[in-house]
């Protein structure tokens, strides 16, 4: 019972230092790892009596290290394709060809930007491409009459529709959550739908209250004319992103290969000369590596922490409390993550890229709930921490480009996200239970 | 074939028009409808609009001649200030110019690690710290090779979750203006080319460094050679001024001119390269190139030393500007 009580305050100590920007996510991982398992008693060193390792030092801190490698692999290799995307110009070339298809229908055009965004981060990674996307959409939002405010909330939820179908993050739900590919796939097609619908939901709503004050088309010029794809290769090259996710999704084909089917794609339909191609797949690869970077080292501390409460002597300590908090019944699990999934925010308990990855773990090791009901519930959440976390750097980044307030994003976001997350949680408890 | 819009063609007549008044050094009205093959009322339509929103302005030359005064366009200085960094190991040069690209100061800042964090703030404190009339227009980043492969990274932390961004990212969200980014090697061959106003003439550029990179230009435009020719005879470089050192190079020189001319009856022949590359050295490249070349016409061979600093920065920054006036009109950094 004391061990247990002293975990929740180490828990909620970690949680306040890392809300207080005292000490940073990807130290706050391992740092609650270690603590957890020297409250439970784990042995830093040791062995059992079959000579088998059960030190946290081997079983959760070396282990847990590369728990999530075919997750980093993933990453790594979307990073690549994005880097690729984005130096052959396929990226500016997709959102520009969007833009002339909308013509001088602001609605129209915004609608297809958002299409164009997500269809973009299915693929595309870190805050490299944000910048990259949002410097150009925009400014094209803007000038079709959406407010800077607006613009900025319109290409959050349009990065976190195309975010629900990127097959590094299905792969990295796939380690969390130690489900098949397929399984989460499953679930977030119906979370694609849902975010969709209220990505169009909040453009009427953001029009209505603005109103259009320009009826003029959005400016689509080149500006590097050299980076203009053009004809059937041009038109090759643009579908790169699909590549990947047709792969996974339809044939079944493992991610890291699909990426580099992808890769290849989009080298043979841009290049230039082989010498070029060559430079730019390593040129690429290595700045895709640094993209992933933060990515990787996040999931390396999840991958300890996942080792960490899924340990027989820490479950131990901590079903008890568990078997008391979490519901079984279909509607007390609806209310329980639906109230719950703003705790998303701010780092908190119910975020996956943070200690919910280790609270997810916990949960389906109790064995009370179906480990796909676990999956959507902080899948659920998770849309309200894609883009609604004012400490993300996408928040922030695209904050200061459209000079508004982030708090003003989340709060502009929040009912649309948190009702996400509530048809999340309801689809959930029909299709799990 | 797609239909252009109203403002797509007002924008597209208006840059042109800018890129006339940027390529020429103050021109009338009428020159300007002269050589954009615009009607002079479209010119003057268009002109009192870049003049309202105060891009370009009325230099005040006014020469009077038999009929009307004749009353010049320049971009205007009031759209603000360029920058101009070159980076490479240990320093950051920064140039700073006016729109109408005077070199307004210089400045070099070394930089013990140059890490992009380092360079960022380096940058943005002088940035901040020099208060001027004019708002900052917009960057230009040269980086030496060697600095461009390793790549520049500036951290972007928001206290919970950092990622890694580009100096020319965390540049243009800092100040929001273009950030236009390249290697000093591969600006000052185009550069040199446009300044030595060889742009309708075959001209090859062949920069001497670690690399041989040949750079054609035939009929006005940039031919791109199977890897750039590009071949490693860095052990064939003089390290100091004429020597038997430098005949094996200039023997595959003149063999690689030969086949170059044979294929693209070029004109002219620029060699760029180490400041040690001597007078002596080109008579013996023309020399050699003269027993190969034995029949008809033979390129002109033209040694060029690397331009200084600041001509380069002005080449560079007139690029800057031109991207500025772009997003000025069309609205996207």
């Known amino acids: ?433 | 074939m797609k239909k252009l819009g109203h403002k797509e063609t007002k924008t597209g007549n208006q840059l042109l028009i800018l890129q006339t008044i940027l390529s020429g050094n103050g021109l009338s009205r009428i020159e300007l409808a002269e050589k954009t093959q615009l009607s002079p009322s479209t010119v003057t339509s268009l002109t009192a609009d870049l003049l309202k929103r105060g891009i370009i302005e009325e230099s005040g030359t006014k020469i009077i001649t038999a009929g009307r005064a004749r009353t010049e366009l320049t971009v205007s200085n009031s759209l603000g200030y360029l920058l101009v960094l070159e980076i490479s190991h240990g320093c950051i040069y920064i140039t700073t110019l006016s729109m109408r690209l005077k070199i307004l100061s210089t400045r070099q800042i070394r930089i013990r690690f140059m890490d992009g964090n380092s360079i960022f703030s380096a940058v943005a404190k002088e940035i901040v710290d020099v208060p001027r009339a004019e708002p900052l227009a917009g960057i230009g980043i040269r980086f030496q090779e060697a600095v461009r492969e390793q790549g520049v990274h500036v951290m972007y932390s928001t206290g919970y979750e950092a990622a890694n961004i580009s100096l020319k990212d965390a540049l243009k969200t800092q100040f929001r203006v273009p950030v236009l980014e390249d290697s000093v090697a591969a600006f000052t061959v185009t550069d040199v080319i446009r300044e030595a106003g060889m742009e309708k003439r075959n001209v090859a550029h062949i920069q001497l460094g670690a690399q041989i990179r040949t750079v054609l230009q035939i009929d006005g435009g940039t031919v791109t050679l199977k890897d750039h020719f590009v071949e490693d005879l860095s052990s064939m470089l003089p390290e100091e001024a004429p020597s038997e050192k430098e005949k094996p190079l200039v023997c595959r020189l003149a063999m690689l001119l030969n086949i170059l001319y044979a294929m693209f009856r070029l004109d002219t022949v620029l060699i760029a390269g180490k400041q040690t590359l001597s007078e002596c050295f080109l008579e013996e490249l023309r020399g050699c190139v003269s027993t190969r070349f034995t029949q008809g016409k033979k390129p002109d061979i033209v040694l060029i030393r690397e331009g200084s600093r600041e001509r380069t920065a002005i080449g560079f920054a007139a690029r800057v500007r031109a991207k500025c006036i772009q997003v000025r009109l069309e609205g996207a950094v």
């Open chain 1, 1 to 433: 019972m004391l061990q247990g009580t002293l975990i929740i305050i180490a828990f909620l100590v970690i949680a306040a230092l890392m809300m207080t920007k005292k000490i940073p996510t990807l130290l706050a991982l391992p740092l609650m790892a270690v603590v957890i398992c020297i409250i439970a008693g784990v042995p830093a060193v040791g062995v059992d009596a079959d000579g088998k390792a059960i030190g946290w030092l081997q079983t959760v801190f070396e282990a847990g290290t590369v728990r999530m490698g075919s997750a980093i692999m993933a990453v790594i290799f979307g990073a690549w394709l994005g880097q690729i995307m984005n130096k052959t110009g396929i990226t500016e070339n997709i959102i520009k060809k969007s833009a002339e298809l909308g013509g001088d229908r602001p609605l129209v055009v915004t609608i297809i930007m958002v299409i164009a965004v997500a269809l973009l981060f299915t693929t595309l990674n870190g805050l490299g491409s944000i910048i990259m996307v949002g410097s150009i959409v925009l400014p094209i939002l803007v000038s079709v009459g959406v407010p800077a405010g607006s613009a900025a909330c319109i290409f959050l939820m349009a990065f976190s529709t195309g975010l629900t179908f990127n097959i590094a993050n299905w792969k990295s739900f796939s380690n969390i959550f130690s489900l098949e590919m397929e399984q989460i796939k499953s679930f977030e097609i119906y979370m694609l739908i849902a975010t969709l619908i209220a990505t169009i939901v909040l453009i009427i709503v953001e029009f209505k209250k603005n109103g259009i004050k320009f009826a003029f088309s959005a400016p689509t010029g080149d500006v590097e004319e050299s980076r203009q794809l053009k004809g059937v290769t041009g038109a090759l090259a643009m579908i790169s992103p699909l590549i990947p996710i047709v792969l996974v999704a339809f044939l079944k084909v493992p991610v890291c290969p699909a990426f580099v089917v992808g890769i290849i794609w989009a080298l043979v339909f841009t290049s230039k000369s082989f010498k070029k191609s060559m430079n730019m797949l390593t040129k690429s690869c290595y700045d895709g590596i640094t993209d992933a970077g933060p990515a990787v080292i996040l999931m390396v501390g999840i991958g300890i922490l996942y080792l960490a409460v899924t340990n027989p002597m820490v479950k131990e300590v901590l079903n008890p409390f568990l078997l008391k908090v979490v519901p079984t019944g279909r509607v007390g699990y609806i209310l329980f993550f639906a109230l719950l999934a703003p705790l998303s925010l701010y780092r908190g308990p119910m975020n996956l890229f943070g200690l919910g990855s280790g609270i997810a773990a916990l949960i389906i090791g109790l064995g009370t709930l179906n480990p796909m009901a676990v999956m959507g519930a902080f899948l659920a959440a998770e849309r309200i921490q894609g883009c609604g976390d004012p400490t993300n750097t996408q928040n922030v980044w695209t904050a200061n480009f459209a000079e508004v307030d982030v708090n003003q994003i989340t709060r502009k976001l929040l009912p649309y996200l948190w009702a996400l997350a509530v048809v999340g949680v309801v689809i959930s408890a029909v299709l799990y239970f």
